[in-house]
């Protein structure tokens, strides 16, 4: 389609070019003019004379298609007065800005979000079910509750259950965003949608595929993208209010005149010559043209800054942030878990996370990666024998021939060793060496190192609120939101109760602030589809999250918000000069034609020479600094 359009627009500029260099060569009569100018305007202004007439028809008229439509039919009949200079170059001319700025934003509005597609790959294919004393693969929609599904490792939970045997550890980002995985055994609940890490799940089905949670991830974006209606466009506002004043005043000025003069017949034509000058004048190709370019040129600088925003109105809900809301995990934190603090009893810190690290050597769990690497890989001819992994408490093996004990608080009661608690929070891993206590290491989740100036810069620019919605445990959630001085925070959140936060924050939001959602996992889709500007992570988020969002992040950096946010302001401001410029010569050049004080150069510059200067501010956009 929009190739299409381009092709048109080439094709009508070509023929106007024609008829220019027709009319320079030859002195035609003023009908000969209008047929060889006629096939250029009709093909760039078909669309536009379609437009208006459908408005009239449904009883719309106001709007900026009719004032494009009167304008340049006015300019291309007004050489038919007697007075009357033809101004037929001009008006194909002006159709043609018209609907370049239309291509322009018909290109942003096309980049719309298709996040139920994007969200297909977190819809599970198959379903392992018992049957008769079978394994039988079955599509998730055959299984009914009641049924025991099978679920191996590295295989995705397809429907809701509860564990009956077995005992492993979920990956649940897609669902909560928590980038720990999560240890399930026998009495369990289970999710469709999180991804089996180790052991082999049965587990009995409790919900249908359709009320499943995956399932209800994708109904909530369905609702979602309905419920959040598109923003008017800044000139199809303005034209709403110009449009009628700038008509009827020029049809007063062509009768009112006339019928108080008493020779309505002599002097109607003198009256009609000025009043289609004054819709010359009043072309609003400056505003146009200018307006779009202004937004979209901004759009273009942000995307050379990382920041892709998908349309010319979001830019303008960016401006008007009020609320921000953020995900914690893999948004204000990197998402990948690390040692935080080594805290030994009767040990060194390196030797505590000797021990450590070498009981979890084999292991492919996040906290044993995590050890590992904190400790390094240093050949010290330790011999490893008899590791165990005890479901739900931890690992344990014989290092040098010592029984040493690696896991939670479960594992050292059953070992006898006497742990302390920790001040800290995050996953605390205990370490017993043959039932003697040696001390603990704190696993956690780190904060982005712009984290806090951006909460801080906001708060600076006049957001009145930030929030942290997360599906993390409470006392995590509470940390980061101390940490980083965020004024709400909500933890253990699914994503149906993400949604219902959000809507509850918009429902308190003031009538002209807006709300942003910034997160990245595919849990967050639904979030970014429902708030007035959906912010995604781009550069490591889910595609889900990057398709459901109204503006992408390249690089994952959290001060990249406040950076938009300063981005859209700017581009604002640059739009209300120019509204501002446009609008004060109009009305100025207007007032002088009014009074047949006006030439048809002065509409010219009032039209062309605007729209220049018009365009050459709408051009700083492309250079903008966050």
Known sequence: MERKKIIQLIISAVLLAAAMTIEHMLSLPMWQLLLIYLPAYLLAGYETLAEAWEGIIEREPFNEDLLMSVATLGALLIGFLPGGEPEMAEAVFVMLFFQVGELFEDYAEGQSRRSISALINLRPDEAHVERAGQLLTVVPTDVAVGELMVVQPGEKVALDGVVVEG????????LTGESMPRSVAMGDAIFSGCINREGLLRVKVTKPFGESTVSKIIALVERAAANKSKRETFIARFAKIYTPIVVYLALALAVLPPLL???????????????LTFLVVSCPCALVLSIPLTFFGGIGGASRQGILIKGGNYIDALAKAATVVFDKTGTLTRGVFSVTAVHPADLSEHELLHLAAHVERFSTHPIAQSLREAFGNEADGCTVEQTEEIAGQGIRARVNGKLVCVGNTKLMDSVGAHWRACHLTGTIIHVAVEGVYMGHIVIADE?????????????AMGVQQTVMLTGDRHDVGQQVARELHIDQVAAELMPADKVAHVEQLMCQKRADGSLLFVGDGINDAPVLARADVGIAMGGLGSDAAIEAADVVLMDDKPSKVVRAISLARQIIAIAHQNVAFAIGVKVAVLVLATFGWASMWMAVFADVGVTCLAVLNAMRTLRLKG
């Open 167 to 174: 005992s492993s550890t979920l990956n649940t980002v897609a």
């Open 447 to 459: 904060l982005k190192p712009d984290a806090a100036a951006t909460i801080a810069q906001l708060k």
């Open 261 to 275: 003069s008493g020779d309505f017949a002599g002097s109607f034509p003198l009256w009609l010559n000025r009043a």
